[in-house]
T-cell receptor, first 115, second 111 residues
């Protein structure tokens, strides 16, 4: 059983640029959630994807968008980067078919720095 | 607004001590409460709690949920230096599995 993987590990971008972060879900998991974790804070829910569709969204602007592919892997895209977007971006996978079971398994994260 | 508050923010203990971490919440459409341990990057899953009063145990760690008073506690007995980490509490709400995390409790266990 493979775990959740994310790429890249680290990324440095300039304000105004666009970035794409990638996540491969754990084998057998069909749901991917993305979180933003600023230093010293808990993860903030960005959105969740299930069956290639957005299945819920937190309080993030539309310049945060995502995709889920048929193999359940996912991308997070952020346009028009701002300095406050600097954070650890975590991806978590789970099996939505297990009703009421929301055990999520997190990837190692992508550290994004916006200068 | 949905809110999850953890206390204390940080805690320093010595090996062998017992600690209790607290998590209180104000969330509509509660589905479950989860505890995670975050050492460097990826939070690792500890417990999922859905029913009041049923203790979950895993080795030296245990947790319980009170859905009437809207809180949960995580106990760690006979702490070890390897228990040093940030402990996160998250509440899952709505069918979409949206979750709200607290800001964590930083536990430092000294030898």
């Amino acid at each position: 059983e493979t775990g959740v993987t994310q790429s890249p590990t680290h990324l440095i971008k300039t304000r105004g640029q666009q970035v794409t972060l990638r996540c491969s879900s754990q084998s057998g998991h069909n749901t991917v959630s993305w979180y933003q974790q600023a230093l010293g804070q808990g993860p903030q829910f960005i959105f969740q994807y299930y069956r290639e569709e957005e299945n819920g969204r937190g309080n993030f602007p539309p310049r945060f968008s995502g995709l889920q592919f048929p193999n359940y892997s996912s991308e997070l895209n952020v346009n028009a980067l701002e300095l406050d977007d600097s954070a650890l971006y975590l991806c978590a996978s789970s099996d939505y078919r297990l009703a009421g079971h929301y055990e999520q398994y997190f990837g190692p994260g992508t550290r994004l720095t916006v200068t | 607004e949905d809110k999850v508050v953890q206390s204390p923010l940080s805690l320093v203990v010595h090996e062998g001590d017992t600690v209790t971490l607290n998590c209180s919440y104000e969330v509509t459409n509660f589905r479950s409460l989860l505890w995670y341990k975050q050492e460097k990057k990826a939070p690792t899953f500890l417990f999922m709690l859905t029913s009041s009063g049923i203790e979950k145990k895993s080795g030296r760690l245990s947790s319980i949920l009170d859905k009437k008073e809207l809180f949960s506690i995580l106990n760690i007995t006979a702490t070890q230096t390897g228990d040093s980490a940030v402990y996160l509490c998250a509440v899952v709400w709505t069918n979409a599995g949206k979750s709200t995390f607290g800001d964590g409790t930083t536990l430092t266990v000294k030898p």
